[in-house]
Each structure stands twice: as C-alpha cells, then as structure tokens.
C-alpha cells in the first residue's frame, strides 16, 4: 500500500492535548524497539513544544515535535512511526508539517539531532550534517542544520 491510498490527517497539539496520542508511540519506538532509557524519552522540552500527530481514522499512529529556541532557532526532534506504518511517507509528511510551522512563526534556522541511519532522509528537505558522530541513549547521532526560507 502506497502512502497516497492511506488518508492522513496530522494536527498540531499542545503536549497536555497530545501526551494520550504520542507518548505511546514514542514509548513503542524509542523506548522498547530502540532501547533508549525511560527517563530521557521525556524531557523539560516537550511542555512547550508543538507536536505534530499523524492519525489514520482516529488512531495516531506517528508523531514529531518542534521546540522553539531562542534567536528564531527551532529543533525538530521525537519523530516516530508505528512499525507497521513506515515507509509509506508519513515521517515526510509530519517533517514537511512541522518546517510549515517553522516558517510561520519566524524560525530562521531548524536543527534536529539525526540518527545516522537515518541522515539520508532529512537531506531530501535539504538538511546539512555538521560535526562528529556521536552516542546518544547508545544510537549513534549527528547534528543537523536546515536554513528556513522565507517566501
């Protein structure tokens, strides 16, 4: 099945409405597929977030944050798909919905921490890998850049 016979629907919601959607999702992925420590799966940032849930019919089924920063600076990061959803463009989707986001609330410059795996995927949308490689929750990572054009 292609993502164009899958109808999405992805929302903005603040954490306190998006936590009963995403979390799960997230705990799925990060925490029992990729082994990542309960306790950093959560942070201080998720509070003022905005977080972009994809849903087919009334089930999420992927989410991604985006936390602004100070000096119009934004980080995209939490990007999760259910398992048996990926590689049908949702991931694309909920990324190209949050750099919309970006752009409308003047963020200049969008960061997010990649895992390498997954480099490939942010340079289609013209991210730039910057730095060293490095662990973080024991996957390897590597900074990310993309300058917002503003049209």
Known sequence: MT????????????????????YPIRKRV???????PEE???????????????YVDSECIGTARLVTLPGNLGRIGRMAVLP????QG???????????VSQSQDIKQVELHAQVSVIPFYE????????DIYDEA??????????IQQY
Not at 40 to 54: P, S
């Open 40 to 54: 950093m799966e959560l942070d201080e940032f998720d509070l003022h977030a905005r977080h972009a849930l994809a």
């Open 30 to 36: 990060f925490i029992e597929e990729q082994g990542v």
């Open 90 to 100: 949702i991931g694309r989707q909920l990324l190209e919905t949050l750099l919309k």
């Open 124 to 131: 289609q949308f013209g991210f730039i890998a910057q730095g």
């Open 84 to 87: 048996r959803y990926r590689g």
């Open 3 to 22: 993502h164009s016979q899958i109808p999405i629907v992805i929302l903005i919601k603040t954490w306190q409405d998006a936590k009963q959607d995403a």
């Open 138 to 147: 024991g996957i390897p990572h590597r900074d990310m850049i993309l300058h």
